[in-house]
T-cell receptor, first 113, second 113 residues
Framework: DQQVKQNSPSLSVQEGRISILNCDYT??????FLWYKKYPAEGPTFLIS?????DKNEDGRFTVFLNKSAKHLSLHIVPSQPGDSAVYFC????????????FGTGTKLQVIP | DVKVTQSSRYLVKRTGEKVFLECVQD?????MFWYRQDPGLGLRLIYF???????EKGDIPEGYSVSREKKERFSLILESASTNQTSMYLC????????????FGDGTRLSIL
C-alpha cells in the first residue's frame, strides 16, 4: 500500500526551464511534507519542506506547493541547472505519534545542458 | 554539520550468515532510522529508534532486528541473510522534536550470494 506516490519515474528538462516534480498521498493524517534529493552513491539530502497549514514554501530556486484537498504536492525548480540532475524523493510525516517518515518511490530528474 | 557514518560502503555475504550493519551519528540526535532502497520501491523503513534501547518496527521489519545500546549508534542485524535482502541500506538520524528533516549516511550496498 503505497501511501506516498510519485507517478513519474523520470523527467527530462532543458537547462534554464522549469522542472515540476509531482507527488500524491492518500493518508489524510499526513501533516508535514519534505523533499529530498539524492545523487548516485550518496545518501538523500533534505531540500525543502512544508507544513499542512501552508500551501506554499519557497527557498531560492525551489518552491513546494501543497494542495490538501487534492492530496497533492509539487516541487518547482526554476531555473533548472545541470547540477539539479538527481533522484528526488517526496516524504510525509503523520501528525501525532512517532516521527515515522513515509517516502515516495522517487523521480529521476535529468537537466539537459 | 551533521555526519552520519555507515561502517561499510559495500558488503558481500553468503546466504544464512548473520550480518551486522553499523551506523554512527555525531549530533546527539534522539531518532535513528534504517531504510532499504530498491528500484521502483523508493525508501522503505525497516526499523527506527527514538531513544537508547527503544525500537519500533517500520514497514518491512521481517528478517531484521536492531540494537541501540548507545545514543550515537544504531545497528541493523540480518539474523540469517537471504538473497532477497540484497539491497542498498540507508541509515538516518534526526532530532527528537516534531517535523525535523532526517540526515542520511551514504548507504551500504549489501549483496547476499
Amino acid at each position: 500500500d503505497q501511501q506516498v506516490k510519485q507517478n513519474s519515474p523520470s523527467l527530462s528538462v532543458q537547462e534554464g526551464r522549469i522542472s515540476i516534480l509531482n507527488c500524491d498521498y492518500t493518508n489524510s493524517m499526513f501533516d508535514y511534507f519534505l523533499w529530498y534529493k539524492k545523487y548516485p552513491a550518496e545518501g538523500p539530502t533534505f531540500l525543502i519542506s512544508i507544513s499542512s497549514i501552508k500551501d506554499k514554501n519557497e527557498d531560492g530556486r525551489f518552491t513546494v506547493f501543497l494542495n490538501k484537498s487534492a492530496k497533492h504536492l509539487s516541487l518547482h525548480i526554476v531555473p533548472s541547472q545541470p547540477g539539479d540532475s538527481a533522484v528526488y524523493f517526496c516524504a510525509a510525516i503523520r501528525s501525532g505519534g512517532y516521527q515515522k517518515v513515509t517516502f515516495g518511490t522517487g523521480t529521476k530528474l535529468q537537466v539537459i545542458p | 554539520d551533521v555526519k552520519v557514518t555507515q561502517s561499510s560502503r559495500y558488503l558481500v555475504k553468503r546466504t544464512g550468515e548473520k550480518v551486522f550493519l553499523e551506523c554512527v551519528q555525531d549530533m546527539d540526535h534522539e531518532n535513528m532510522f534504517w531504510y532499504r532502497q530498491d528500484p521502483g520501491l523508493g525508501l522503505r523503513l525497516i526499523y527506527f529508534s527514538y531513544d537508547v534501547k527503544m525500537k519500533e518496527k517500520g514497514d518491512i521489519p521481517e528478517g531484521y532486528s536492531v540494537s541501540r545500546e548507545k545514543k550515537e549508534r544504531f545497528s541493523l542485524i540480518l539474523e540469517s541473510a537471504s538473497t532477497n535482502q540484497t539491497s542498498m541500506y540507508l541509515c538516518a538520524s534526526s532530532l527528537g522534536v516534531r517535523n525535523q528533516p532526517q540526515h542520511f549516511g551514504d548507504g551500504t550496498r549489501l549483496s547476499i550470494l
